[in-house]
């Protein structure tokens, strides 16, 4: 069964430190997103992304997050400079329309120092 | 804004006894629901969703759930709970416009022998 993969599994940086999280979706899906979960809160939507653009975004998606489709098969999260209450779990997810069931991948626990 | 609440953090359940896990949503119109299930350590899987039709849906594992629209409701039950299915669920809306998921904040299960 096909799946959403990421990678790392766990990534550990400093404070102030760029991060990329990777992220390969189901291969004819054309929607991606990101959602983080903060220990112990609620899983938070980041943004939605179609057509090579950002289509949706979330007050939490300011000037230091960006996403990027850089070939055919992956779709990454950077991070500009980390910031502590940036430590969460980075969801990836993806399907084949708007209207159609989200696939998740495993998530990236991202811990910021 | 819309939202959801799940208003048990945890919940404690004897092997083989019976489950239902509480979803409120706030929202003007029918959105798309789901539950989604999350063991230690994985990604989102998803167990069951409704988008329109029947209101009693059935997903996978044994899981239902029933879409009361007047209770704004979409409680997830299952007859018989089995070791297994320890594990942090959530019940997530999208509206039709973006599709962006919206979740509660978790329940989790414990399973007692």
């Known amino acids: 069964e096909p799946e959403v993969t990421q990678t790392p599994s766990h990534q550990v940086t400093q404070m102030g430190q760029e991060v990329i999280l990777r992220c390969v979706p189901i291969?004819?899906?054309?929607?991606f997103y990101w959602y983080r979960q903060i220990l112990g809160q609620k899983v938070e939507f980041l943004v939605s992304?179609?057509?090579?653009?950002?289509?949706?975004k979330s007050e939490i998606f300011d000037d230091q997050f960006s996403v990027e489709r850089p070939d055919g098969s992956n779709f990454t999260l950077k991070i500009r400079s980390t910031k502590l209450e940036d430590s969460a779990m980075y969801f990836c997810?993806?399907?084949?329309?708007?209207?159609?069931?989200?696939?998740f991948g495993a998530g990236t626990r991202l811990s910021v120092l | 804004a819309q939202s959801v609440t799940q208003p048990d953090i945890h919940i404690t359940v004897s092997e083989g006894a019976s489950l239902e896990l509480r979803c409120n949503y706030s929202y003007g119109a029918t959105p798309y629901l789901f539950w989604y299930v999350q063991s230690p350590g994985q990604g989102l899987q998803l167990l069951l969703k409704?988008?329109?039709?029947d209101t009693l849906v059935q997903g996978i594992k044994g899981f239902e759930a029933e879409f009361k629209r007047s209770q704004s409701s979409f409680n997830l039950r299952k007859p018989s709970v089995h070791w297994s299915d320890a594990a942090e669920y959530f019940c997530a809306v999208a509206m039709d416009s973006n599709y962006q998921l919206i979740w509660g904040a978790g329940t989790k299960l414990i399973i007692k022998p």
């Open positions: 992304f179609y057509n090579n653009e950002i289509s949706e």
């Open positions: 291969s004819n899906h054309l929607y």
């Open positions: 409704y988008f329109s039709g």
């Open positions: 997810a993806s399907n084949r329309g708007t209207k159609n069931i989200q696939y």
